[in-house]
């Protein structure tokens, strides 16, 4: 009889000495944000409306149709007058860039955000037990990780992971390596670094499916610092709570609706085809599809099957109402049950009007896309990491609270993923903050265009429905 209890005692410990260690195991594998730094150019790359209409004039391919076509996307894109651009455009270079133009645009951008967030967090480059880093439109040799390794002086051991060509969702697929390789390896440091060249990538041409893609870029990057050590979740800002990848790449109009490619005279663009709309709303609506339900409360996901039931119950909507329901989809389910602040990508007004009508959003909500797009324009990748940064300076992330981060890229993708806000937010706190120097002046009274005044025939419409179509969709 004693051998029996001590036996099952035996037993009964080792199961839960099992459950414990599985359980343990899950806490070092969760995803932290310690910091994030976001790059803020000098002043003197600062481009105004009126400059980009100068850098337009340059282009001697173009004819007056397309001239007023472009200066209508820029006035209407919802893009201020502080945005920035790289250095040669400065120089009347973007016609003839060279690969160090492209590498020194980098080489500004990582050595002051990589700076900054090591020095801030007291950590030393030989720390970093990981290194991703994305940027889509160079690829160099050696890489810009190597680089970036070799400017710090990292150590040996170090895994590094060097993306192009994944467009403006790159930022979360780089979160999603960095997650997985947590769920490996345990008390690991990783830097995230996202940025886009824009030196070696100006069109020169006039097709105007090409020339958009001109205006709406816009120069900036971010650093991002991440850890899976216990010991440090309490110096975190964000605890990663979930992560959905959707590729599309497999239908032949998503895959052809953001290509760069030449156009008909050999000139290299970034082609964006009448396609891209449908191809972004469908990657949008299977995306929720996946990461609804493991965002939002039962209750809500409850009343959502009740109304989809009644609404077959009662039969199809009119032809009008189906027709409008087509163009501008709404998701029909209320995602402020599950989170609290949405970070939208932002690559372009219609995107932002297009993803807060789905979602049903407020301007409130939309806010800080808006603003980011104003001050900073579209920084590709990036530029989820500068809507972050608002929601942050205007002291709105409190802990509990969701952050929902979505992006689109080329391919194609949409991908999102949900922040646990793990302590209160102050500005004060996080001196490296891009927004610091101009938040009081945001959001200011009109983001209008100065220059939607200044010139009538911008108000009117395009006889080409090309601005219309594509400029929904970047």
Not at 33 to 52: A, G, N
Not at 121 to 145: E, F, G, Q, R
Not at 262 to 277: A, M, S
Not at 311 to 335: C, D, E, H, M, W
Request: proline share 3%.
């Amino acid at each position: 009889m004693d051998l029996l209890c001590i036996l099952s005692s035996l037993l009964i410990s080792y199961l839960i000495f099992k459950i414990w260690k599985r359980i343990d195991s899950k806490r070092d594998q969760n995803c932290y944000i310690l910091d994030y730094q976001c790059h803020k150019p000098s002043d003197d790359r600062m481009v105004s409306t009126q400059f980009s209409g100068e850098i337009i004039l340059r282009n001697k391919h173009m004819r007056l149709n397309e001239y007023k076509f472009l200066l209508k996307a820029i006035v209407s894109s919802g893009i201020g007058e502080q945005t920035y651009a790289p250095r040669l455009f400065f120089e009347g270079r973007e016609e003839c860039p060279t690969q160090q133009d492209a590498l020194s645009e980098m080489e500004e951008f990582y050595i002051d955000t990589i700076k900054k967030l090591l020095e801030r967090n007291k950590l030393s480059p030989s720390d970093i037990d990981v290194l991703v880093v994305n940027v889509a439109m160079l690829n160099s040799t050696p890489s810009l990780s190597a680089r970036i390794i070799n400017h710090y002086k990292m150590r040996e051991d170090i895994k590094v992971f060097n993306l192009t060509a994944m467009g403006c969702s790159a930022s979360v697929i780089s979160v999603d390596i960095v997650k997985n390789i947590f769920k490996t390896y345990k008390n690991k440091l990783a830097l995230v670094v996202t940025s886009e060249s824009l030196s070696q990538n100006w069109y020169n041409g006039n097709n105007r499916s090409m020339i958009l893609a001109n205006c709406l870029f816009r120069s900036g990057g971010c650093a991002v610092l991440l850890t899976n050590k216990r010991c440090l979740s309490g110096r975190a800002m964000f605890k990663l709570k979930c992560l959905v990848r959707t590729h599309h790449g497999a239908r032949e109009d998503s895959y052809n609706a953001c290509v760069q490619k030449e156009d008909e005279l050999g000139r290299v663009g970034i082609h964006l085809d009448k396609t891209l709309p449908k191809a972004a709303t469908r990657a949008f609506v299977d995306n929720l599809k996946v990461i609804t339900p493991k965002i939002l409360p039962v209750t809500e996901l409850f009343r959502f099957m009740l109304s989809l039931l009644l609404k077959k119950l009662r039969g199809n909507p009119s032809k009008g109402s189906t027709a409008v329901a087509q163009a501008a989809p709404k998701a029909g389910i209320n995602f402020k049950t599950g989170i609290d602040h949405f970070c939208i990508h932002t690559g372009g007004k219609a995107v932002i009007d297009a993803i807060g009508y789905s979602l049903d959003l407020s301007e409130y909500d939309l806010e800080p896309a808006r603003m980011t797009l104003h001050r900073f324009g579209n920084t590709s990748a990036s530029s989820l990491w500068y809507v972050l940064g608002y929601m942050e300076a205007k002291k709105r992330l409190r802990r509990g609270d969701r952050v929902f981060m979505i992006s689109f890229g080329a391919g194609f993708k949409c991908n999102s993923c949900v922040w646990d806000v793990v302590r209160d937010l102050n500005v004060g706190e996080s001196l490296g903050n891009v927004w610091n120097h101009c938040i009081d002046q945001y959001p200011p009274k009109s983001i209008v265009n100065p220059f939607l005044e200044k010139y009538g025939w911008i108000r009117e419409e395009d006889d080409h429905d090309t601005f219309k179509i594509r400029e929904e969709a970047m």
